[in-house]
């Protein structure tokens, strides 16, 4: 939560993270406090190591991750309806009330049956106490991407090509346009391949326990990362801090997460 709200204070001029991780909490903090149009907002790039090389930071292919799922407990007391709620939950009509709102209060639709929102729309839906009393995205239950049945509309708002440009602060409308491109993704800039090297073996990490040795070192090791890194980053003296975080790393046995990790990968490659 610190990490967060040193985020949202917009004095962070760069850091190493994934979409997900912080842009639901910090975009809607930015746009609540008028700091995305003085500038503060997420601009993606797709830096490497060297010079000229391909960057991998977004991967393209749509990959199930087995990693996560919904089950339901031995002591549910109406299994069918608790699946047949999770049926309705993506529900055309549901879904739209789930990710858009409420027709007229939350989004309008234009002539075309394209959905939009005002900025006075946009602000309100990003106002963490509106959202606590009046939306509700189950953003943790199934949900769909994409486009909607209807064939025009994004099934998130987010994904609707208009409503996101139209969503961006000016400043960030002027980076999209300075640099030519019409999306995050766009502006990283990763190389388009259906599979990439190692991926997606996240899906198998995420579900790894403390059962297995692996597990034990990928939890050490996640531990140890977030202990050390960030001294590492403000160390006066790096070189020696850096020998300090790789001691400890080294600790964690990562060998075991490496060797499990090898093992699944060569049982999906079927080697």
Same mark, same amino acid.
């Given at each position: 939560?610190?990490?967060?709200?040193?985020? @949202?204070?917009? #004095? =962070?001029?760069?850091? /190493?993270?994934?979409?997900?991780?912080?842009?639901?909490?910090? &975009? $809607?903090?930015?746009?609540?406090?008028?700091?995305?149009?003085?500038?503060?907002?997420?601009?993606?790039?797709?830096?490497?190591?060297?010079?000229?090389?391909?960057?991998?930071?977004?991967?393209?292919?749509?990959?199930?991750?087995?990693? @996560?799922?919904? #089950? =339901?407990?031995?002591? /549910?007391?109406?299994?069918?309806?608790?699946?047949?709620?999770? &049926? $309705?939950?993506?529900?055309?009509?549901?879904?739209?009330?789930?990710?858009?709102?409420?027709?007229?209060?939350?989004?309008?639709?234009?002539?075309?049956?394209?959905?939009?929102?005002?900025?006075?729309?946009?602000?309100?839906?990003?106002?963490?106490?509106?959202?606590?009393?009046?939306? /509700?995205?189950?953003?943790?239950?199934?949900?769909?991407?994409?486009?909607?049945?209807?064939?025009?509309?994004?099934?998130?708002?987010?994904?609707?090509?208009?409503?996101?440009?139209?969503?961006?602060?000016?400043?960030?409308?002027?980076?999209?346009?300075?640099?030519?491109?019409?999306?995050?993704?766009?502006?990283?800039?990763?190389?388009?391949?259906?599979?990439?090297?190692?991926?997606?073996?996240?899906?198998?990490?995420?579900?790894?326990?403390?059962?297995?040795?692996?597990?034990?070192?990928?939890?050490?090791?996640?531990?140890?990362?977030?202990?050390?890194?960030?001294?590492?980053?403000?160390?006066?003296?790096?070189?020696?801090?850096?020998?300090?975080?790789?001691?400890?790393?080294?600790?964690?046995?990562?060998?075991?997460?490496?060797?499990?990790?090898?093992?699944?990968?060569?049982?999906?490659?079927?080697?």
């Amino acid at each position: 939560m610190k990490y967060i709200a040193k985020l @949202s204070t917009g #004095a =962070v001029l760069g850091m /190493c993270d994934q979409w997900w991780d912080f842009a639901n909490n910090v &975009n $809607d903090v930015f746009k609540q406090q008028g700091l995305d149009e003085q500038g503060c907002n997420y601009v993606p790039l797709g830096l490497t190591i060297d010079e000229g090389m391909e960057n991998r930071w977004h991967t393209y292919a749509d990959t199930l991750n087995n990693s @996560s799922g919904v #089950a =339901v407990t031995t002591s /549910c007391s109406d299994i069918d309806a608790a699946f047949k709620f999770m &049926n $309705d939950l993506l529900d055309q009509e549901i879904h739209d009330l789930r990710f858009w709102g409420v027709e007229g209060e939350d989004y309008l639709v234009d002539e075309n049956g394209l959905y939009y929102r005002t900025d006075e729309m946009r602000t309100k839906c990003a106002d963490p106490t509106y959202k606590a009393s009046h939306l /509700c995205s189950y953003s943790y239950m199934p949900q769909w991407l994409g486009t909607s049945r209807d064939g025009k509309n994004a099934m998130k708002p987010e994904q609707q090509t208009s409503e996101f440009m139209d969503g961006l602060s000016a400043p960030l409308q002027k980076v999209f346009a300075a640099y030519g491109v019409d999306s995050y993704v766009d502006m990283i800039g990763s190389v388009k391949e259906e599979e990439g090297p190692w991926f997606p073996m996240y899906s198998y990490s995420g579900s790894m326990t403390t059962a297995t040795p692996g597990g034990v070192a990928w939890v050490k090791m996640g531990e140890v990362k977030h202990e050390w890194l960030p001294k590492v980053v403000m160390a006066p003296d790096f070189e020696s801090t850096w020998n300090q975080y790789m001691t400890a790393y080294n600790a964690a046995n990562p060998q075991d997460f490496l060797a499990e990790m090898q093992t699944e990968l060569e049982r999906r490659a079927g080697l």
